[in-house]
């Protein structure tokens, strides 16, 4: 009995598996358009091309997790982090309702056959965060960031969220003569996805970054599109890890591909941010976990965010955190959000530095 | 009601001798040789496979933007094309096999045996699961070839090494043939392909994402990102 309650999970499992890229495949195909969006995308050519007006220093958009369920719902520590991200880089305009687990900007909640069956996880998720419910909305998440990362249905997977970035972008304000740098910042699954939807984006005049936050990145060819990848990881998450070892692509052995090419090219950095943990306790987002050796006393979340900052100051995109802090100070800092520090830290030779490699 | 019930009896066979089949078990060939349904059985088998694997490799279809009433048409094709060729295949195998091993066994269930060494690509919609679906893909078609190997082994009393000279100059016999006289069939099967599917599904998709990109169908980003 219990072998045969076994056999029929591993079916089920099977089955749904390979139902995963029909979302993305019939949506190519035309079968299916269920949750299109109208809208900027339907922009006049010349509006799309109309000189820019008052436009932000950049455009940051933040792709969720395989815990996201829809544009407009992230798991709970994720909020702190983003309200974080705006604070921190006021020039910027931060997006975060672009959900990339659909090629529709369609949430789990919104019009779909199964939506109100999603509706009722979200709600025991939202009472219970660790609900095992919840990990229906990671599993059916992770088949599509697979699908984004298999070379035979990435192609169209990729496209349909480039899509709707650059929709959302448009609505946004985003004007491509503006030629404003587009920072995609991918958490996990988001960080593939990154990647993968860089390879159309890449199209506009923009320069295009991508910063993967523990992201289990795969040898994808939108790699070599990017202008510079960034793919910050703790040492406690073996998931991020997982991308170099599922995807031959990323072994050393294969120097031809596009991830070894544009490491050899010196476009992808690796940062290691410490004893990051994927989920749970220390994960990149706690702001309440303080780093065990940090000489600023900083929450493992705290950091994370100073080396976007830093990164993206590095990068040329944003004034030095200095001049930032002063800017902030004028510009009312939120209630209980971490402030940014005043100086970026010196470069340190001592233990220290060893121990906080990032900045 | 004998139509229904009659039905139920098929689709049960089918499974017992799937289920036979994918064991790799001798009693295989009993069934196959006794069970008067047994041509039906085997058709069956070979019919669901071929529609399996091209629903496994459909992202052909879906990226040549094919219709949906094309689309399952296409898979009821590819069950045909399946039996056409496993009908060879089976035929050759019988031949090089009762020429090798003079027996007096019956060359007709040799050829039905070797239809159902197709049985682990009933499987093969797996091919779709994003990531592993190609090395499920090779996983069963290893397993048919050790299907196959063990229904030659078993249908000429041979052992391992005489099945496997067997398949292997029948492999060699079929490469011969498509060389040589395979270019019509080859063409007449992907016209048969083009009334079918409505396309020549000959491209790839990046192929067609380029080709796509320049048409006024396009997304906003491919039609209008550029300056």
Known sequence: MITYLIIGAFLLLFVTAALAPMESLGWWAGWSREGTKEGPSELSAAEATAAPVDEPDMYVIYLSGIGAISGDSFPDEEYPFLHGLEERLPTAKVITDVYPYSVTNNGLTGQRMFSKAWQQVEKLRLKNPNSLLGMFINLRNALQMFVSADRRYGPIYNLGIANEIYRVLLEKGYRPAGKRPIILLGWSGGGQISIGAAAYLAELPSPIYVISLGGMLSDDPGIEKLTHLWHLYGVADPLQALGGVLYAGRWPIMPQSPWNQTMANGRIDIICLGAYAHNGKGNYFDMETKLPNDARGRTHGQKTLDTIQHILTDQGLMERPGNLATALTAAEPADALPVPTAEPAPAREDENAAADPSI | ?227
Do not use: C
């Not at chain 2, 009659?6 to 009693?27: G, K, S």
């Not at chain 2, 031949?95 to 239809?115: A, K, Q």
């Not at chain 2, 060494?117 to 679906?133: D, E, K, V």
């Open chain 2, 1 to 227: 009601m004998e139509m229904i019930q009659e039905f139920f009896t098929y689709i049960d066979h089918l499974f017992q001798v799937i289920n036979h089949a994918l064991r790799m078990d001798p009693r295989l060939y009993e069934i196959v040789s006794t069970n008067r349904n047994s041509t039906w059985l085997v058709l069956g088998v070979v019919f669901l496979a071929g529609a399996s694997t091209l629903l496994g490799q459909s992202v052909v279809l879906f990226v040549n933007r094919v219709r949906r009433g094309r689309f399952i048409m296409s898979l009821v094709l590819n069950g045909i094309i399946y039996i056409v060729s496993y009908f060879v295949w089976g035929v050759t195998i019988a031949l090089i096999g009762l020429l090798i091993f003079p027996t007096e066994l019956n060359g007709w269930s040799v050829v039905r045996m070797v239809g159902l060494s197709t049985a682990p690509l009933i499987f093969g919609f797996f091919i779709l699961i994003p990531w592993m679906g190609p090395f499920i893909g090779k996983i069963l078609n290893i397993w048919g070839f050790l299907i196959l190997v063990s229904v030659v082994e078993f249908g000429f009393q041979v052992g391992l090494w005489r099945a496997l000279i067997v398949v292997g100059i029948g492999w060699l016999l079929m490469t011969l043939l498509t060389n040589l006289i395979g270019k019509p069939v080859i063409a007449l099967r992907n016209r048969v392909w083009h009334m079918v599917a409505g396309t020549t599904l000959d491209a790839d998709t990046q192929d067609l994402l380029l080709q796509f990109s320049r048409s006024g169908d396009a997304p906003a980003l491919l039609q209008g990102g550029k300056e």
